[in-house]
């Protein structure tokens, strides 16, 4: 009975790594097959300290996967329209916190500019004629007394090239025109005087060559023609 008891118990140790004699016997297999809870497996995690440390996990090389590599199909071009689209819904998120800016503005088509300009004075017109229906007699007179005459500023456009060009040829030949008509006038002013020199001159020698039937000078025409001159310049 002693020796069949025994052998239960040492069996028993035997199933548990140990022996009767309490020394580990799986110690020497451990270190021949380097796995187990050998001392050869324990040294490889132990620090400088002597206490457990957790060994970092390395991938290998071949493995490693970069992001929009194309073995996984999700090549650079992709990236970057998902980064483009990711920043483009970012941008839109801002925009709705925002506040709403007011989107009317006086600036029109070019080719539709006066239809909307005569639409806006239409506008103006009725509300002005529904505010001067509103107002007494009374408020009208005084308002009237009051108002000051405001000319509104006209907005000028800048002129291009070719529009200053025209202008300044226009100014120029209007000065041309001006100056050719006043040398016109003078020209006429001067003619009209050489014939009016010309026919007092022709009378006057008329007068002073007059003769009598005799051939001689008509002393007494001369006479009076002298005497005419005098009293023109007294």
């Not at 199933?15 to 187990?36: H, I, L």
């Not at 809870?37 to 970069?66: I, L, S, T």
């Not at 009209?192 to 008509?218: D, I, W, Y």
Request: with cysteine; net charge positive; aromatic share 6%.
């Amino acid at each position: 009975m002693a020796t069949t008891s025994g052998s239960v118990v040492s069996a028993q140790y035997r199933k548990g790594g140990r022996n009767v004699s309490g020394k580990s016997g799986a110690g020497s297999d451990g270190e021949r097959r380097g796995g187990g809870r050998g001392p050869g497996r324990r040294a490889a995690f132990v620090g400088k300290g002597g206490g457990n440390v957790k060994r970092k996990w390395r991938p290998n090389q071949e493995q490693k996967k970069f992001e929009g590599s194309a073995k996984e199909g999700r090549g650079f071009a992709l990236w970057r329209k998902n980064k483009v689209q990711s920043d483009y819904k970012k941008l839109q998120r801002k925009r709705r916190t925002n506040t709403k800016a007011v989107t009317y503005s006086d600036h029109y088509p070019e080719h539709l500019r006066h239809l909307y300009l005569a639409e806006e004075e239409k506008l103006n017109r009725e509300e002005k004629e529904r505010r001067s229906a509103r107002k007494t007699p009374e408020t009208v007179e005084e308002q009237t007394e009051e108002e000051v005459v405001v000319i509104p500023k006209k907005k000028f456009k800048k002129k291009t090239s070719n529009q200053k060009a025209k202008e300044e040829y226009e100014q120029v030949q209007l000065k041309r025109a001006k100056k050719r008509e006043e040398a016109e006038n003078n020209r006429r002013k001067r003619e009209e005087a050489l014939r009016l020199h010309k026919q007092r001159k022709m009378e006057t020698f008329k007068v002073l060559c007059s003769k009598t039937k005799k051939g001689q000078p008509n002393f007494n025409v001369q006479m009076d023609y002298l005497l005419k001159k005098i009293q023109s310049k007294s």
